[in-house]
T-cell receptor, first 108, second 115 residues
Framework: RKEVEQDPGPFNVPEGATVAFNCTYSNSASQSFFWYRQDCRKEPKLLMSVYSSGNEDGRFTAQLNRASQYISLLIRDSKLSDSATYLCAVGSNYQLIWGAGTKLIIKP | GAVVSQHPSWVICKSGTSVKIECRSLDFQATTMFWYRQFPKQSLMLMATSNEGSKATYEQGVEKDKFLINHASLTLSTLTVTSAHPEDSSFYIC???????????FGPGTRLTVT
């Protein structure tokens, strides 16, 4: 089993819809959790941190479920510009372990 | 804040030559930097962890004599791909965390093509 797993997708979603995807992790001692966004042929950029109490930033909501060992990302009212690959990263021992990413395609 | 630069942004070189890639933290000091490689349509693969003032830590399967890493100062790490071959063609990205934090800030990446 991989340390951090994501559904690779692609998720094809109509503009305006709500989409959610999860990321599971195997190390129960993990301490920090993040969602990054990566556009084609670009570097990953931090989208948001995931706190135990959840985190919301505009249309984006991230949640952590420690009992089931996964984090989630919810995107509401999706825009064409949300099309990208979303990477989750899980931190322990001051290293980040990366998921392979979930590709999201928003269609007009 | 937390800006990381990389140079060059792209490079084309001939097989057998060496290429040096620089990674700089512009507005913070980074005792640790990470070097990743990403092949088309594949995930980020950590190659090595660069430590200021000490040897880099390489991931399993990464040849340390081929991918030379030097963390010369608190703001600069370099990756040298020695005797490059076409299979080394890839997107190389560095990142750095703020001291004591997990979140990493990425440089814009270097696209290497070996002909």
């Amino acid at each position: 089993r991989k340390e951090v797993e994501q559904d690779p997708g692609p998720f094809n979603v109509p503009e305006g819809a709500t989409v959610a995807f999860n990321c599971t992790y195997s190390n129960s001692a993990s301490q920090s959790f993040f969602w990054y966004r990566q556009d084609c042929r670009k570097e990953p950029k931090l989208l948001m941190s995931v706190y135990s109490s959840g985190n919301e930033d505009g249309r984006f909501t991230a949640q952590l479920n420690r009992a089931s060992q996964y984090i989630s990302l919810l995107i509401r009212d999706s825009k064409l510009s949300d099309s990208a690959t979303y990477l989750c990263a899980v931190g322990s021992n001051y290293q980040l372990i990366w998921g392979a990413g979930t590709k999201l395609i928003i269609k007009p | 804040g937390a800006v990381v630069s990389q140079h060059p942004s792209w490079v084309i070189c001939k097989s057998g030559t060496s290429v040096k890639i620089e990674c700089r933290s512009l507005d913070f000091q980074a005792t640790t930097m990470f070097w990743y490689r990403q092949f088309p349509k594949q995930s980020l693969m950590l190659m090595a962890t660069s430590n200021e003032g000490s040897k880099a830590t390489y991931e399993q399967g990464v040849e340390k004599d081929k991918f030379l890493i030097n963390h010369a100062s608190l703001t600069l790490s370099t990756l040298t791909v020695t005797s490059a071959h076409p299979e080394d063609s890839s997107f190389y990205i560095c990142s750095a965390p703020l001291t004591g934090n997990y979140e990493q800030y990425f440089g814009p990446g270097t696209r290497l093509t070996v002909t």
